[in-house]
């Protein structure tokens, strides 16, 4: 493909593009392929002789677009969502055009300087304490996942933790303790979150079976309804240190932690300078696409000390004179994508202002839909209430079951009421098995058909033994129509499924 190929190329490339986001709605949300289907219809060996691009192009439509979930859909309220929008698809032609692995600064300058400076303006949109800024002991980087930063800070947290253990000695006595301590080292965290009386006794728990936590993942935003921790408790619990010197903690707010950028949620962070080390995601919410987790980190000396590899092919004047930030040094990897100009495209094509607005629609339209949910208690209860355009639900199976199952529930964060939209994973189950077991069988159900009709996609959860269906109108496409239509769906289906129950 030469140069002249490859802009008639790139042209049609970017018209299917533009085509497929403006006809989303046509699309059916969810795939219905069968597993193995690509392998029928994609023949066994590579081609001998190159083909034409117009035939390549053609298998997009024809084989790929089958088999795909289609995440940007207006229908689509599963999960969590994963942005995409065109000033961040344009940072990616220009990072995959450059193609340059930024090992360290001397492989591309701008690589590393964009980095610095458009995760320092991250901290600042977050309303993160200036402990986590680049002009300090600590700094950020931009990493491919949450999941991926949790390894990278554990990693660090665990050998800064034997190190600081072995501290004075040398040799085989240095060695043995190190071993000694491996053996013993825990990694706490949980899919929900922490109490300060379960987060004490998990600690004396450790200390009795004689194990050694080193570090902590608590929550801004739990996978299942969006759940808060009591990030001062924790911290003040920890720095204690009644039971073991202080552990590492990570706070991992990989979806909900965009809406830091609003006024109205920056008091999450206001602990957050006890902290260790804090991620999220702004592929998820924040209109970059995927991958583009940004992790930040109190004292950069705690991974740099740890990650650290100088082959010598890599070695230059400007590192060895410490004038310059190798970002390799702050992760896994040994190399790295150009990801901080899409995020740089990003903001400044929406601005700090169209990044809050996008946060703060998504926010209402959940609300709104909620509302409709609950004009309706003879069909749904809400389990938490809204939090980060999120809602989690179930089927009431019987008149008045909803205040009856009231009673037998708690919405709370830690103990506390709820505050604003911090919802709540605290929730206690109907004393009632049975019927507890028919609400789940008839959510489950409600749950099935939908995203069995193809016309809304959805995902569930079990909350300490209830069944329920998660929401999300955090992706870029719907607005009050599309929502409206979605309620009518459930709407329809729950009522469909609790009269073939009742008769």
Same mark, same amino acid.
């Given at each position: 493909?030469?140069?002249?190929?490859?802009?008639?190329?790139?042209?049609?490339?970017?018209?299917?593009?533009?085509?497929?986001?403006?006809?989303?709605?046509?699309?059916?949300?969810?795939?219905?392929?069968?597993?193995?289907?690509?392998?029928?219809?994609?023949?066994?060996?590579?081609?001998?002789?190159?083909?034409?691009?117009?035939?390549?192009?053609?298998?997009?439509?024809?084989?790929?677009? &089958?088999?795909?979930? #289609?995440?940007?859909?207006?229908?689509?309220?599963?999960?969590?969502?994963?942005?995409?929008?065109?000033?961040?698809?344009?940072?990616?032609?220009?990072?995959?055009?450059?193609?340059?692995?930024?090992?360290?600064?001397?492989?591309?300058?701008?690589?590393?300087?964009?980095?610095?400076?458009?995760?320092?303006?991250?901290?600042?949109?977050?309303?993160?304490?200036? /402990?986590?800024?680049?002009?300090?002991?600590?700094?950020?980087?931009?990493?491919?996942?949450?999941?991926?930063?949790?390894?990278?800070?554990?990693?660090?947290?665990?050998?800064?933790?034997?190190?600081?253990?072995?501290?004075?000695?040398?040799?085989?006595?240095?060695?043995?303790?190190?071993? #000694?301590?491996?053996?013993?080292?825990?990694?706490?965290?949980?899919?929900?979150?922490?109490?300060?009386?379960?987060?004490?006794?998990?600690?004396?728990?450790?200390?009795?079976?004689?194990?050694? &936590?080193?570090?902590?993942?608590?929550?801004?935003?739990?996978?299942?309804? /969006?759940?808060?921790?009591?990030?001062?408790?924790?911290?003040?619990?920890?720095?204690?240190?009644?039971?073991?010197?202080?552990?590492?903690? #990570?706070?991992?707010?990989?979806?909900?932690?965009?809406?830091?950028?609003?006024?109205?949620?920056?008091? =999450?962070?206001?602990?957050?300078? #006890?902290?260790?080390?804090?991620?999220?995601?702004?592929?998820?919410?924040?209109?970059?696409?995927?991958?583009?987790?940004?992790?930040?980190?109190?004292?950069?000396?705690?991974?740099?000390?740890? =990650?650290?590899?100088?082959?010598?092919?890599?070695?230059?004047?400007?590192?060895?004179?410490?004038?310059?930030?190798?970002?390799?040094?702050?992760?896994?990897?040994?190399?790295?994508?150009?990801?901080?100009?899409?995020?740089?495209?990003?903001?400044?094509?929406?601005?700090?202002?169209?990044?809050?607005?996008?946060?703060?629609?998504?926010?209402?339209?959940?609300?709104?839909?909620?509302?409709?949910?609950?004009?309706?208690?003879?069909?749904?209860?809400?389990?938490?209430?809204?939090?980060?355009?999120?809602?989690?639900?179930?089927?009431?199976?019987?008149?008045?079951?909803?205040?009856?199952?009231?009673?037998?529930?708690?919405? /709370?964060?830690?103990?506390?009421?709820?505050?604003?939209?911090?919802?709540?994973?605290?929730?206690?189950?109907?004393?009632?098995?049975?019927?507890?077991?028919?609400?789940?069988?008839?959510?489950?159900?409600?749950?099935?058909?939908?995203?069995?009709?193809?016309? =809304?996609?959805?995902?569930?959860?079990?909350?300490?033994?209830?069944?329920?269906?998660?929401?999300?109108?955090?992706?870029?496409?719907?607005?009050?129509?599309?929502?409206?239509?979605?309620?009518?769906?459930?709407?329809?289906?729950?009522?469909?499924?609790?009269?073939?129950?009742?008769?």
């Amino acid at each position: 493909m030469d140069s002249q190929v490859f802009r008639q190329a790139a042209h049609s490339a970017v018209d299917e593009i533009i085509d497929y986001f403006e006809n989303l709605r046509d699309r059916r949300v969810l795939s219905d392929v069968e597993p193995g289907y690509l392998r029928k219809i994609i023949p066994e060996e590579p081609p001998k002789d190159g083909e034409e691009w117009s035939k390549i192009q053609k298998d997009m439509e024809a084989k790929i677009m &089958p088999g795909l979930t #289609h995440w940007q859909h207006p229908d689509f309220m599963a999960y969590f969502p994963t942005a995409v929008t065109f000033p961040s698809i344009l940072g990616e032609l220009y990072s995959a055009s450059l193609s340059a692995p930024g090992s360290n600064w001397q492989c591309s300058p701008a690589m590393t300087e964009l980095e610095t400076i458009v995760m320092d303006w991250m901290a600042g949109l977050l309303h993160l304490p200036d /402990c986590f800024l680049s002009k300090g002991q600590g700094g950020s980087v931009i990493q491919g996942s949450a999941s991926e930063s949790v390894v990278t800070v554990m990693v660090a947290a665990m050998e800064g933790y034997i190190r600081r253990a072995y501290t004075g000695l040398t040799g085989h006595e240095r060695e043995e303790k190190a071993c #000694h301590l491996r053996n013993r080292l825990v990694a706490l965290g949980s899919d929900q979150t922490h109490s300060s009386p379960a987060f004490q006794d998990l600690l004396a728990e450790c200390k009795r079976e004689g194990l050694e &936590p080193f570090y902590i993942t608590v929550n801004l935003g739990t996978a299942v309804t /969006c759940a808060v921790d009591d990030f001062a408790m924790i911290t003040a619990v920890n720095n204690a240190g009644a039971f073991f010197p202080p552990l590492w903690i #990570h706070v991992d707010a990989a979806y909900a932690g965009s809406a830091l950028i609003l006024e109205e949620y920056a008091h =999450l962070s206001k602990s957050f300078e #006890h902290i260790d080390s804090f991620d999220m995601n702004m592929h998820k919410w924040l209109l970059v696409n995927f991958e583009s987790s940004c992790l930040f980190v109190r004292n950069r000396r705690h991974l740099t000390d740890v =990650l650290t590899v100088t082959p010598s092919y890599l070695r230059n004047e400007y590192a060895d004179n410490g004038l310059v930030t190798d970002y390799r040094d702050w992760q896994i990897p040994l190399g790295r994508r150009f990801r901080s100009l899409k995020i740089w495209f990003v903001m400044r094509t929406y601005g700090i202002k169209g990044m809050q607005t996008l946060v703060r629609r998504h926010i209402a339209l959940e609300k709104q839909f909620a509302a409709w949910l609950s004009e309706r208690p003879d069909l749904f209860h809400i389990i938490t209430p809204p939090a980060f355009a999120l809602t989690v639900f179930t089927v009431v199976v019987s008149p008045g079951e909803a205040q009856q199952r009231q009673k037998g529930m708690v919405n /709370c964060t830690n103990g506390a009421p709820v505050r604003g939209n911090l919802a709540s994973n605290d929730v206690k189950p109907d004393p009632d098995s049975q019927r507890q077991k028919r609400a789940n069988a008839l959510t489950k159900e409600v749950y099935e058909r939908i995203n069995a009709s193809g016309k =809304l996609f959805l995902t569930s959860s079990v909350i300490n033994g209830i069944y329920a269906i998660r929401f999300v109108s955090a992706n870029q496409k719907p607005n009050e129509q599309s929502l409206r239509a979605a309620f009518e769906l459930i709407l329809h289906i729950n009522q469909e499924v609790l009269g073939e129950e009742r008769n």
